[in-house]
């Protein structure tokens, strides 16, 4: 029998908030059994050793004077990212730098501190990123299966989407219809609630979380956590240019956008501009 | 006498033990933390809103914690109150979080560092838990439904019906691990090799929130937050410290109190303290959640613009609290102190900390277990 693929988790500046996601997903038995786990920062696992492994996932940015078990953080990455066959970066912090530091393959716009080692690495971002992401990225890894990348290193399977992909509000989006206000069934948080869905890589609103829900479902906007900018500032806010959000869906020209975007408003669709659960007949 | 030095992982963060010892047995014991990350430095002059996203960030078992405790902070601030409504949907949300966190706690961080134990029962447990989490908050880990002046979901009767029958199930599935009458054949296990009087604290407790079915018996403005020698500041109440967290949160319910009698602030108390508050917080959700009126308002939107306020609840490990001030809707300043500084904070051998008392006088081979008894989160201390 072959010997299991080994797999080093180790986290840097984190909240572990990627393994508790990671906890949640359905199959994780399944997925455990069929490696070795030669570390992982909460799991039961042997002792920490600077050792070479199948997969490397790094959870978490880098940061100057930041110490784990007991080496400097950015000495002890470079060691784990040359012993590794594939890296796989999890959450925004690791792939962008996110709220804690620098990344690993992008330190925001710029390029990151290994971005020299690109070629063995998958970007997983998200914050957290979805259990289902994290799965398959080590699925397909362990498969030997090949991946489709866009220009960051992010899956395709899963950044082609937005997470305004699937989203209950949709219908509002097209109509022009806002919420008025958080905590309504109706609106879209497009004009007023800051929601970046339309420009967000994810395809968090199509697979849902903890298989049930997703932010905007829930009220509450898209902060675009997958992506480089988060978290942006002013993230319950929609950042508007003479009126016009600043930041319009992913593909359309401003023009396009402008022109449609007119033409719903000078229409009206009688159903969205009511209560959806009416109370009288 | 020997000074032996010990990285303890495997906790959420990680920690620095230094004990000092004669004969096996630990004299004393020096707790440090030598990571930082900045959050409060990192909330200066966003939008206070913004916190609502940000804090979650603080700790990825206990982020909904900071994030109630947020809210609660600015809406003192701002001088909000929230609808009926929105508080039980918060109470439900913590108390579920409450619960995942002890679960996980128990099972991958407190038997580990004892015997072997099948864990996956305990994720299984914590992913339904999160999943009911999820159908009012959207997600978990890491949402933002709780903002100053409600919650941003807009609920059904579909969704109330699912989460009850879900709460019950759960309810049930939990007897397997500690019934409502005590008896746990998991937490028996795990004494099966070790003293169940071990490890007793400084028996002086502290609650400071007032959610759930908690009552808090002392007030934040005795806080007081000191330089300590790594990089975690202490926190003294009246200037003397206290162990915070299940065990002093639950200590008027009879049946803890019993075994309090029995075993003292031991291991052993502080563990059953923890695994049955589960089932006291399942009892109040179940309680609260009928008295929903679905037609209540979610949200009323704050009006002021300037203020000073602060959140006190009870997180998972005990007193959490979030101080702010606001200016033009701008945050100027927030100070966070989280109930792992409490237990752990690093006093001196007169006057110890909780967790520092508990190792003191204690066979080093059981250093490990008695420091993880506390339920350290490394993390929030690094915020
Ligand atoms: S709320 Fe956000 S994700 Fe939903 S439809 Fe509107 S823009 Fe899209
Ligand atoms: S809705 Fe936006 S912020 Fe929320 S998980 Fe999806 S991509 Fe991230």
């Given at each position: 029998m072959h010997s299991k693929p080994k797999v080093l988790w180790i986290d840097a500046v984190s909240c572990y908030g990627c393994s508790h996601s990671f906890y949640n997903y359905p199959q994780i038995k399944e997925i455990l059994n069929k490696i070795?786990?030669?570390?992982?920062?909460?799991?039961?696992?042997k002792e920490f050793e600077i050792k070479s492994s199948d997969i490397l996932i790094i959870e978490g940015a880098i940061k100057s004077n930041f110490l784990r078990l007991g080496f400097d953080l950015i000495d002890l990455i470079a060691k784990l990212i040359k012993l590794s066959r594939k890296v796989i970066l999890i959450g925004t912090c690791s792939v962008?730098?996110?709220?804690?530091g620098e990344g690993i393959l992008f330190n925001k716009e710029d390029k990151g501190?290994?971005?020299?080692?690109?070629?063995?690495i998958i970007s997983i971002p998200?914050?957290?990123?979805?259990p289902e992401w994290i799965a398959y990225a080590i699925e397909m890894v362990l498969n030997d299966k090949k991946i489709l990348l866009?220009?960051?290193?992010?899956?395709k399977e899963i950044y082609?989407?937005?997470?305004?992909?699937?989203?209950?509000r949709n219908e509002y989006f097209e109509w022009k219809v806002d919420a008025?206000?958080?905590?309504?069934?109706?609106?879209?948080?497009?004009?007023?609630?800051?929601?970046?869905g339309p420009y967000t890589h994810s395809s968090c609103n199509k697979i849902l979380w903890n298989e049930v829900n997703s932010k905007p479902r829930a009220g509450?906007?898209?902060?675009?956590?997958?992506?480089?900018?988060?978290?942006?500032?002013?993230?319950?806010k929609t950042e508007t240019f003479m009126g016009i959000p600043a930041n319009i869906p992913l593909g359309v020209s401003k023009r396009a956008y402008l022109t449609l975007a007119g033409v719903a408003k000078s229409l009206t669709n009688e159903r969205l501009n009511k209560r959806l659960i009416d109370e009288d007949n | 006498m020997k000074i032996t030095k010990k990285i303890i992982s495997k906790i959420e963060g990680e920690a620095t033990l230094k004990l000092h010892k004669k004969d096996k047995i630990i004299e004393f014991a020096e707790i440090e933390f030598w990571q930082y990350r900045g959050m409060e430095e990192f909330l200066?002059?966003?939008?206070?809103?913004d916190a609502c996203v940000i804090n979650p960030?603080?700790?990825?078992?206990?982020g909904h914690s900071h994030l109630i405790a947020t809210a609660k902070a600015i809406e003192n601030a701002l001088d909000v109150k929230i609808t009926k409504k929105a508080e039980i949907l918060r109470e439900i949300t913590l108390g579920l979080e409450i619960i995942q966190n002890h679960i996980k706690w128990f099972?991958?961080?407190?038997?580990p560092s004892v015997k072997q134990k099948d864990f996956f029962k305990a994720l299984e447990f914590a992913k339904d838990i999160a999943k009911i989490i999820a159908l009012i908050?959207?997600?978990?880990?890491?949402?933002?439904?709780?903002i100053p002046g409600g919650v941003t979901c807009d609920l059904t009767n579909l969704e109330i019906i699912k989460i009850k029958n879900f709460l019950y199930e759960m309810f049930e599935r939990y007897q397997k691990i500690?019934?409502?009458?005590?008896?746990?054949e998991d937490l028996e296990e795990l004494f099966e090799d070790i003293?169940?009087?071990?490890?007793?604290?400084?028996n002086r407790f502290l609650v400071l929130g007032d959610n759930l079915y908690f009552s808090s018996n002392?007030?934040?403005?005795f806080i007081r937050e000191e330089k300590s020698t790594s990089l975690n500041k202490n926190v003294l109440y009246k200037d003397k410290f206290y162990e915070v967290g299940p065990l002093a949160r639950n200590l008027n319910n009879p049946l803890v109190s019993s075994i309090y009698k029995k075993h003292k602030d031991s291991v052993y108390t502080r563990i059953f303290a923890r695994l049955y508050e589960v089932n006291l917080i399942f009892e109040y959700l179940l309680k609260r959640?009928?008295?929903?009126?679905?037609?209540?308002?979610?949200y009323i939107k704050p009006t002021q613009k300037n203020a000073k306020g602060y959140g006190v609840i009870e997180a998972p490990r005990g007193s959490l609290i979030h101080e702010i001030e606001i200016e033009d809707e701008k945050i100027k300043r927030y100070n966070i102190i989280v109930p792992t500084q409490f237990n752990l904070s690093n006093g001196n051998k007169l006057n110890p900390s909780p967790a520092q008392a508990a190792l003191m006088?204690?066979?080093?081979?059981y250093a490990d277990f008695i420091f993880k008894c506390f339920d350290i989160c490394a993390i929030c201390v690094s915020h």
């Open positions: 070795d786990l030669i570390y992982h920062p909460l799991l039961p696992t962008y730098g996110g709220m804690f501190k290994f971005y020299k080692c690109k070629d063995k998200g914050c957290p990123p979805h866009d220009s960051e290193n992010r899956p082609s989407y937005t997470s305004h992909m699937g989203c209950v008025k206000n958080f905590g309504e069934k109706e609106g879209c948080l497009f004009y007023e609630q800051g929601c970046q509450t906007p898209c902060f675009g956590c997958t992506e480089k900018t988060f978290p942006r500032k002013d993230l319950f | 200066k002059n966003r939008h206070y809103l960030r603080v700790c990825g078992i206990c099972y991958l961080t407190l038997y908050a959207g997600q978990f880990p890491h949402n933002s439904y709780a500690m019934s409502v009458d005590g008896k746990s003293p169940k009087d071990i490890g007793r604290g400084l002392g007030d934040f403005k959640i009928d008295e929903i009126e679905i037609n209540e308002k979610n006088n204690e066979d080093e081979k």
